[in-house]
Structures are given as structure tokens and as C-alpha cells.
């Protein structure tokens, strides 16, 4: 896999949510715009904008692909355990929430505070207040951690799985 990693985290869905979304788009390429209708209008999602925050996320997880045409599904889908393996590699912040809670089980607060160090300055100097931001968005990405089976939330605190 790429180096790249996306920073976009949108609200936490389910794996069914994901693939029916990707299944809303063309398998040839449709513009940002027509793609971002599609999963809007074949989907939950309300707005235009959270629609394209899940066309970034399902790029990452390599559920659909972007050209200079636009986005597509992919043909041959990832399998769960690719999906799960994709955020934890190719989803900014992912990897160290994970690390986080692989020795211990921590609330979102406590991952917060062991990977607030590691936050570039780049990020804090994004948001007027960026501490709120990465609380929400630690706590977005544990619930997709979660939901790729990657934790388990117990009594407010995740821990890893086996």
C-alpha cells in the first residue's frame, strides 16, 4: 500500500453502509459532483458535503477509485479484512489510536491524551480549536475501529482484539 494516508473521518456507519454507498456509483467514472448525488440520493447521508466525505473514506478503504474522470466503484470489492486493514493503514490518525489501545483499554480521553504529542502542527494550526476536533475525531475513529472489528468498547473503554 501507498504511504498516503487520508484525513477525512466521517461519521461512523456500518460495513453494509459502505458498500451499498460504493454500490451507488458507476463502474465508469462519474464526476465529483454525479457521485456525490448518488450516494447521497441512494443512501442516508442528507447533505452533498457529508457524501463527499464518504467517497474520500471509501477511497481509502479502496472501495471506489478516483481518476482523472472521477470516482468509480471498484469491480472486485475488499474483503472485510482488507477493509479493516486499509483503515488501519491508509486512515490519518488510525494507525496511532490503534497502537493506543493495543497494550491496555483506554476511554476516548485517555487515547486522546496519549496521542495528542503525536498531532502535527499542521493539524492543531488547521482548527480554532483543534483539541475538540481531534477529540471528536479520536472518538469517530474508534467507533470505525470498532466497526472493522479492529476494538471493543467495554464499560467506555476500547481495547483491541485479538
Not at 124 to 152: C, I, K, M, P
Request: proline share 4%; hydrophobic share 35%; aromatic share 10%.
Amino acid at each position: 500500500m501507498s504511504d498516503l494516508r487520508y484525513k477525512i473521518v466521517p461519521q461512523v456507519r456500518s460495513v453494509r453502509f459502505l458498500r451499498a454507498a460504493a454500490e451507488t456509483l458507476p463502474l465508469v467514472p462519474g464526476s465529483v459532483e454525479d457521485c456525490c448525488t448518488r450516494v447521497r440520493d441512494g443512501t442516508a447521508v442528507t447533505s452533498r458535503d457529508e457524501a463527499r466525505e464518504y467517497l474520500t473514506f471509501m477511497q481509502a478503504l479502496g472501495l471506489v477509485a478516483e481518476t482523472d474522470r472521477g470516482f468509480h466503484r471498484v469491480r472486485d470489492a475488499p474483503s472485510d479484512e482488507e477493509l479493516a486493514e486499509a483503515f488501519r493503514e491508509r486512515v490519518f490518525g488510525a494507525r496511532e489510536v490503534l497502537e493506543c489501545v493495543a497494550t491496555e483499554p483506554r476511554t476516548p480521553e485517555a487515547v486522546f491524551t496519549a496521542i495528542r504529542e503525536e498531532i502535527p502542527r499542521w493539524e492543531r494550526n488547521r482548527y480554532e480549536d483543534w483539541e475538540a476536533e481531534w477529540h471528536e475525531r479520536g472518538g469517530r475513529l474508534l467507533g470505525w475501529a470498532q466497526t472493522f472489528g479492529l476494538v471493543s468498547e467495554a464499560d467506555g473503554q476500547y481495547r483491541a482484539t485479538d
